[in-house]
């Protein structure tokens, strides 16, 4: 099972990648978690990445591709299959990572599009933002992160659409039913 996950910042995509891949046993890959977590710890890559993410701004595909590489490389992916949450992100980073599946002798098999209106994803974020803090969560960089994903990150449904994988879920509803919804459609895939 190789899935990806669309939808703006706040559909979700984080709390359903979580329960989906721990349900289905396969690898869960958010590279903003993973980028979260080299800004913490202060890496080169971090260091890199930090101004990008303050802004709201995508991270140069460069740096993000060399992760998603290392992680394939790495052999840490589990056997039954991985889930991207925020990866790809532009159409360039759809095409680099078709090339890199490909030396893989893999492919992508699902996509799916959590849906969510923008005033609601902004409620949603400011929430958050009480809650955990994320410095990326303010109103001003929410709508920041919200016009990329427009703009930059939507095109990429298009080009899945043409290859048949993507699946559209509303995603206003409570955490099970949208894992149900989603699982509902992982399960009749495979
Ligand atoms: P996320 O947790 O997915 O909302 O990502 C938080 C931030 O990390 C984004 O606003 C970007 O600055 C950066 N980021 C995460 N994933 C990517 C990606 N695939 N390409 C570029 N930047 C990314």
Not at 62 to 81: E, P, T, V
Not at 150 to 159: A, D, E, V, Y
């Amino acid at each position: 099972m190789r899935v990806v996950f669309v939808g703006p910042p706040g559909a979700g995509k984080g709390t359903q990648a979580k329960i989906i891949s721990n349900k289905f046993d396969i690898s869960h890959i958010s590279t903003g978690e993973i980028l979260r977590k080299h800004l913490k710890e202060s890496t080169e890559l971090g260091k890199k990445a930090k101004s990008y993410m303050e802004k709201g701004e995508l991270v140069p595909d460069s740096i993000i591709m060399d992760m998603i590489r290392a992680l394939f490389q790495s052999g840490k992916i589990k056997k039954n299959g991985f889930l991207f949450d925020g990866f790809p992100r532009n159409i360039r980073q759809k095409k680099l990572l078709d090339h890199l599946l490909n030396e893989f002798n893999l492919s992508i098999n699902k996509v799916l599009v959590l849906e969510v209106p923008d005033d609601i994803v902004i409620e949603r974020l400011l929430k958050r933002a009480e809650k955990e803090g994320r410095t990326d969560d303010t109103r001003k960089i929410i709508k920041k992160r919200l016009q990329i994903y427009h703009k930059i990150t939507k095109p990429i449904i298009n080009s899945y659409k043409e290859e048949e994988l993507v699946n559209f879920i509303d995603g206003i509803g409570t955490i099970e039913e949208i894992t149900e919804k989603i699982s509902d459609i992982l399960i009749n895939y495979k």
